[in-house]
């Protein structure tokens, strides 16, 4: 194993963008890729590690401009292309951008009907060729790259803007929603959703959105405006209470009374 200077701090300069909020950052073990409020999309070189005169990244940075600022952003399992969410706030402007890491050019154009405003705020790959994203327009939407379009979505059952979506890149997701702390777990093989669960406690802020989420087969991590969370998925550890059977209840009440 190669030596590596802890105390050793390389500097990431975004070159054209002094002036510009970084709203995303990915990286490879060779390059370091970030979006920005403005629009672009910058890629730098990684420094060697051992050249000792190589401290800060290599200054030949590309840029690629967007018309629509920059949500998110994730680089794909090869780390061949990554893929770019914005705004979808500029007509004729996608939210949706696959770019190719070294020809630095857009290899996937998704075939989708975007309504105005649908932007991504958050994506997660399943496999290389499989997007998950999520955002304003309130859906998980799952993309197959080989063909270009959406093969499946999954609506939020309280309609609210999704912050983040993560997975066990098989069948399980878990978005963190606009409201209350809320997350919804889903199943990819089912149309309805599995099971709600709402993070808050006292001393928190009970309607901020959940920012952030990672999750695995015991626990989750939820950050919301204030504090981060740690759900487990135990009957001991919390009492529990089916949050799906009295939401489905709920629907179930006001459809009989119209």
């Known amino acids: 194993m190669k030596n590596i200077d802890k105390n050793r701090c390389h500097g990431v300069k975004i070159l054209r963008s002094n002036h510009s909020c970084v709203n995303a950052i990915d990286t490879t073990s060779k390059n370091v890729i970030a979006g920005l409020e403005c629009g672009a999309v910058t890629i730098q070189r990684h420094p060697d590690m051992d050249s000792p005169e190589k401290n800060v990244y290599d200054e030949s940075e590309v840029c690629i401009r967007l018309l629509d600022k920059v949500r998110s952003l994730s680089i794909d399992p090869t780390g061949v292309k990554f893929a770019v969410g914005s705004s979808g706030t500029t007509i004729n402007s996608p939210p949706l951008h696959i770019i190719d890491i070294e020809r630095y050019t857009m290899v996937n154009t ?140 709920c629907r179930l009440s006001r459809g009989s009374s119209r």
């Open 110 to 249: 998704m075939r989708h009907t975007w309504k105005h405003g649908a932007g991504i705020l958050d994506m997660v790959w399943d496999d290389p060729n499989t997007l998950l994203t999520c955002g304003y327009d309130t859906y998980i939407r799952k993309w197959d790259l080989r063909t270009g379009r959406c093969v499946c979505s999954w609506a939020d059952p309280t309609d609210a803007t999704l912050y983040c979506v993560s997975s066990d890149h098989q069948y399980t997701m878990i978005a963190g929603t606009q409201y209350n702390c809320l997350a919804v777990l889903w199943d990819q093989r089912m149309n309805d959703f599995v099971q709600m669960y709402y993070v808050n406690s006292r001393g928190s802020s009970r309607r901020s959105p959940i920012y952030s989420l990672q999750f695995d087969s015991t626990c989750m991590y939820c950050a919301t405006d204030r504090h981060l969370f740690e759900l487990t998925f135990s009957t001991r550890s919390c009492q529990k209470l089916d949050y799906k059977s009295l939401y489905l209840s």
